[in-house]
Structures are given as C-alpha cells and as structure tokens.
C-alpha cells in the first residue's frame, strides 16, 4: 500500500459524524491521507498469474482502514475463518486477509493516530485511473488519494462521491480477478451505497466510474442497480434515517446468518440491524466490527 494512504498526514481528520442508530453506536472517520509519502509496501498483485482481462466498474478489492489491524484481524479471523499474511515497511503494516490461498482484503492502520474509528474501502476497476480521476471532479467528487502506482497491485486513487462516501478507483497491473458471486462462504458478495438521492448518486457512479445505473421499483422501496455491459455491479438505496451519512457497505456471505451475528456480538462487535423476516426473509444482518466499520452479511443461495 503507497504510504499516501497510511499516512493521513496534511489532511485534517474528519469526523463523518455517521451514526447507525439501530444499534446506538458511532461510526466512521475518515482515514485515509492525501499526501504523498516516500515508500511503498509490497503488496500482492489481484491475480497471481496475469489474465489481462478487466471488468469495468467491479469491485475487485476491499480495504479496512482501522486504528487496531491485530484486533480487526482476530475479530474478522474468528468471525469469519479468514487467515492473514502480514507485510511491514517503514512502519506501515499492513495485512492481507486470506480465504485459503486467495487475498480477498487488506487492513492498514493511518499513522495519524488522531483516527480512531474504522472504515470499509472499495476499489472499482477502471480502464483509465487518471481518466477516471478527472471524471470524479467533473462530477462533483473529491480526491482524497492522488493516482499513484503501486509495485505488483497497480494505479489507484482514492475519492468521496458528492456526498462524502470514499471509493477507490483501480487499474490492475496483472488484470482483474474473473467475475461472479461470492463461490465460499465467508467472502465477498455484493456491495451497497447507501445515499441520499440515488437520481444524483447514479448520475455520480454512471460518469465517474463508467457505470450504467438505473431505479428498480420494489416493494420494500425503490433500488438503484449499477451496471456495465449488461452485467450487475453494485447497488444501492436511499438512507432510511437521517443521521447516517452515504457511505458504500461491503457484503459477505455467510452459511448461518443468526450463527454469524451471535458470533459477532461475543466478539465485541455491535449489532446495527438484525436478522428481521420482513427484510430478506431475516437473511441479512448489519454488523459493526469493534473499531466502527460497518458491514452487511447475508444468508445467500441463489442468483443476485
């Protein structure tokens, strides 16, 4: 990971001020920097073996920025079985979380230690890192990470959409990994923005990112579907209270949905939605790990 993004020196914290007041708990600040830091960490590349195949607007990898990576990793290993494999340059750790001998996420720690709470980060494939980045400011966005190349992983950058919600853009050096639902269990699903005006947040994503997006009607309120090339890449709906802040909420899949959540609550995490059968048949839960960052796990067979 490029330093820029571990260091958060010369921007000052800021608190989202996100509150998921199901469960009554404070999360999210924001941690990640915005200036350029001498060195690199080594990280792996997405794939080992280059495809050179590239899936324009999926999510091909996730971070979790925490001020405590030796606690996210036991609450994130115990809770979902996830091994880790650990690199350490200049200071900066940083953790790969394994499901075998496949990386699905890394987890740093910004060295400004003003930040204490933890955030779930992200990276959509795009042809043109830089492109892309110009697009973001056209659109109204705000670049938090300037485009940087990072040795093995790639070019990347980090920005907020017009609401404050923190993406990464990535363009791979080996290519992206194949496509598809989540094929264990305990990986990576789905991923969700929740937003104010998903009009304006489909507009945001279909230019900055190169996304298709359109509103589905449901019967449990309307649903913004990104899309590209015809294929499902993401989704999102509008925020059900007023004091949570538009922030994009990973997915995993799980075997045991009421196993998971018991588990995540010995853990220490807190509980901000509940397995409810009048939300997905009681499928889906929200978890918020120990340190604030929020994420959905879903009971999931089938086809999204």
Known sequence: ???????????????????????????????LG??????????????????GQYHQGEVVWHDLV???????????????????????????EYAIAMIGPRP???????????????????????????????????????MIGEPADIPQRGRVAVAEDREGAAFGLIRSATGDPAPGIAAPHNDFL??????????????????????DSRIVPREDGDYLVFTHGGE????????????????????????????????????GGEIALEPRWDIVDGKVAIIVDPHGAPVTVRQWEGQL
């Open 232 to 267: 499902r890449r993401a989704g999102g709906l509008k925020i059900p209270q007023a004091n949570i802040e538009p922030t994009w909420l990973p997915t995993i899949r799980v075997a045991d949905i009421k196993a998971t959540v018991a588990r995540a609550k010995q853990l």
């Open 34 to 51: 915005g200036v350029a830091c001498s060195g690199t960490i080594e990280v792996p590349a997405l794939n080992p073996t280059p495809t």
């Open 104 to 142: 699905v996420a890394g987890f740093y720690r910004p060295e400004d230690k003003r930040y204490t709470a933890a955030e779930w980060l992200q990276f959509f494939s795009v042809d043109d890192v830089d492109a892309a980045v110009a697009r973001v400011a056209t659109a109204g966005g705000t």
């Open 1 to 31: 990971m490029n330093e820029r993004y571990a260091s958060g020196g010369g921007r000052r914290p800021r608190s989202r001020g996100l509150r998921w007041s199901l469960a009554g708990v404070a999360v999210f600040a924001l941690a």
């Open 190 to 211: 789905w991923n969700e923005l929740w937003t104010n005006d998903m009009s304006a947040a489909g507009a945001f994503y279909d230019a900055a990112v190169g996304l």
């Open 66 to 92: 925490t001020p405590d990576v030796d606690g996210a990793k036991k609450f994130y290993g115990d809770l979902f079985g996830w091994t880790f494999q650990t690199i350490e340059s200049n200071g900066i």
